[in-house]
């Protein structure tokens, strides 16, 4: 299934996008439910949805069903309301993971004449709730900040079982389902900090998410999935998830370690090469600039650049 958050008249709705485009209001087509996973689909969030595990996920299947052969009509609602991040505001800090893609190291390297190479062990750092940005919000410049705001496509992971010490083999078990991410990096924030990444990529409007959750049995192998980005229509990125150094069970495990994960976190899995400091010269996002980020079997995020 695919899910998006939507608002109506300021209230954010959980909705499931049907066939034809529409969307189906989760809480509202739930509300004469009974059962398991009932109260989670009523609660009207992606949280609770989440958080609702197998059960909701099977209400939820069926209640799609039904709309589909011509029910729950006054659930139904076109695709004119806006959509907002899939989940608007995660209960804990965006989980991310630097330098996953050889290429991408290489490219970093060689724009900063360095060779730190590939890691032993993953790159973790995370961006704060208060960067989130809805599909088709604006991506933030600070002039007075930062002059090097840069773009990072990425594959997001959606926990949706929680767990602690996860084994590799049991890691996909916990994910709930995939969404696009946008990594906004302000370089020379992350430069000044010395290559701390936090500072320079937890900015306000420096974490597009969207355009919807794609559950997990929709997509056969996240690891083969073609990913790119544009800016103003040119081709910036353009990889494979394949290329991933760590691939997604090693994450869920290693950041597993002795550190719980829970239903609704997300984790960013890293990006390929083509970012703009590592172009000569570097080429940076500018005010009035779009920026479109596309996954295969997700969609297409994009987000205007507006300076403040």
């Given amino acids: 299934m695919r899910l998006a958050t939507i608002s109506v008249d300021s209230h954010d709705v959980c909705v499931a996008i049907l066939k034809d485009g529409s969307r189906l209001d989760v809480a509202k087509a739930a509300s004469g439910l009974s059962g398991a996973g009932a109260d989670a689909l009523k609660a009207g969030s992606m949280q609770h949805l989440i958080e609702g595990g197998a059960d909701a996920l099977a209400a939820l299947r069926g209640l799609v069903a039904d709309a589909e052969g011509g029910k729950h009509r006054d659930a139904v609602t076109s695709a004119d309301a806006p959509l907002q991040a899939p989940?608007?505001?995660?209960?804990?800090?965006?989980?991310?993971?630097?330098?996953?893609?050889?290429?991408?190291?290489?490219?970093?390297?060689?724009?900063?004449?360095?060779?730190?190479?590939?890691?032993?062990?993953?790159?973790?750092?995370?961006?704060?709730?208060?960067?989130?940005?809805?599909?088709?919000?604006?991506?933030?410049?600070?002039?007075?900040?930062?002059?090097?705001?840069?773009?990072?496509?990425?594959?997001?992971v959606v926990i949706g079982t929680a767990g602690r010490n996860i084994a590799k083999a049991e890691a996909m078990n916990h994910v709930f389902g995939?969404?696009?991410?946008?990594?906004?990096?302000?370089?020379?924030?992350?430069?000044?900090?010395?290559?701390?990444?936090?500072?320079?990529?937890?900015?306000?409007?420096?974490?597009?998410?969207?355009?919807?959750?794609?559950?997990?049995?929709?997509?056969?192998?996240?690891?083969?999935?073609?990913?790119?980005?544009?800016?103003?229509?040119?081709?910036?990125?353009?990889?494979?998830?394949?290329?991933?150094?760590?691939?997604?069970?090693?994450?869920?495990?290693?950041?597993?370690?002795?550190?719980?994960?829970?239903?609704?976190?997300i984790i960013a899995t890293g990006t390929p090469s083509g970012v703009g400091y590592a172009m000569d010269p570097p080429r940076f996002l500018k005010d009035g600039d779009t920026v479109a980020c596309e996954i295969s079997g997700i969609g297409t995020l994009s987000n205007p650049v507006r300076a403040v």
């Fill in 87 to 156: 989940i608007p505001t995660p209960r804990k800090n965006v989980l991310c993971v630097g330098r996953n893609y050889a290429e991408h190291i290489a490219e970093g390297d060689r724009a900063q004449k360095q060779n730190v190479g590939v890691t032993e062990h993953p790159v973790f750092f995370t961006k704060p709730p208060t960067s989130i940005v809805r599909p088709g919000g604006d991506v933030l410049i600070f002039p007075g900040v930062s002059e090097s705001i840069d773009y990072e496509v990425e594959l997001a």
């Fill in 178 to 265: 995939y969404t696009i991410l946008n990594d906004v990096t302000a370089r020379d924030i992350q430069r000044r900090h010395g290559g701390q990444y936090f500072k320079g990529k937890g900015l306000d409007g420096s974490c597009p998410i969207g355009p919807c959750i794609v559950t997990a049995d929709e997509i056969a192998d996240p690891h083969a999935l073609s990913i790119g980005l544009t800016v103003n229509g040119e081709q910036r990125q353009n990889g494979k998830t394949s290329d991933m150094i760590f691939d997604i069970p090693t994450l869920i495990a290693s950041l597993s370690e002795g550190m719980t994960l829970e239903p609704g976190d």
